[in-house]
Structures are given as C-alpha cells and as structure tokens.
C-alpha cells in the first residue's frame, strides 16, 4: 500500500511540472518535413532535421536512416501521422504525435525539439503509451 502511495504521488509531481504550450507551427513543420524525407528514403534530407547532437551521435545520414528503419519503423513507413499536445517539461519542449504504422497499430511518439540558429531540430525521440482512440 505504501509502495502504491509513493507512486501515486510520483505521478502527480511528474504532471506538475509539464506545462502544455500553443501549439507550434515550425515544430510540426520539422516533424513532417522529417517524416516526408524518410518516406523517400532521403536520408540526407532527414538528417537536416536532426539536432547537432544527433548528428553527432550517427555521423552520416545513412547511420542515422539505419537507425530509424530498425528502431522505428513507424516512423520510416507512417500510415497516418497525427499531432497532439505540445509541453514544456522542465524547459525542454516535448512534441506527441500519434503515428499509425502501415499494418494500423497506432504508436505514440514524443519528440524532444531544440532551437537551433533559430530553426527547430529533433533532439530526441521516445515512444510514449499512444491513447485510446475509436476507429
């Protein structure tokens, strides 16, 4: 029981400190832009998107189309690409975005967006549980 409380009470102060924006229309954009290159396999073109940080970690647009092809085939083949909520955690700013792959089983993404030279970039990505929706 304790050990319910205790987590309970983790949950809530975790929701205490993300706070949803207005949406953004130049982060969509990037996430799009992203997802419309991998769709053509235009790695390079996709890599742009990327945060310094991320290209670093891969090095090479081919590293980094890998990567997503294995890791997250939902996003290298969406079937339908959907955005929710926009928040700010901790001053970071997190994207969801509700991808439906190819075969209809519905993911939920949250993508870490970084300003960079005044243009957004991906620095992250995490597969959050996707909600429930009605077909």
Do not use: C
């Amino acid at each position: 029981m304790r050990f319910f409380f205790v987590l309970m009470l983790m949950v809530w102060g975790l929701g205490l400190r993300a706070e949803e924006v207005p949406r953004e229309p130049g982060i969509e954009a990037a996430i799009s832009d992203q997802i419309a290159a991998f769709r053509v396999d235009d790695f390079s073109t996709a890599f742009m998107f990327a945060s310094p940080g991320i290209q670093g970690m891969f090095g090479t647009p081919d590293r980094f189309g890998a990567m997503v092809k294995n890791g997250y085939p939902m996003v290298w083949r969406p079937g339908d690409v959907r955005f929710g909520r926009l928040h700010d955690e901790d001053g970071v700013l997190w994207q969801e975005v509700l991808i439906q792959d190819q075969q209809g089983r519905r993911f939920g993404l949250a993508y870490r967006m970084e300003r960079v030279l005044g243009e957004w970039r991906i620095a992250g990505v995490q597969v959050i549980p996707a909600p429930d929706v009605g077909v």
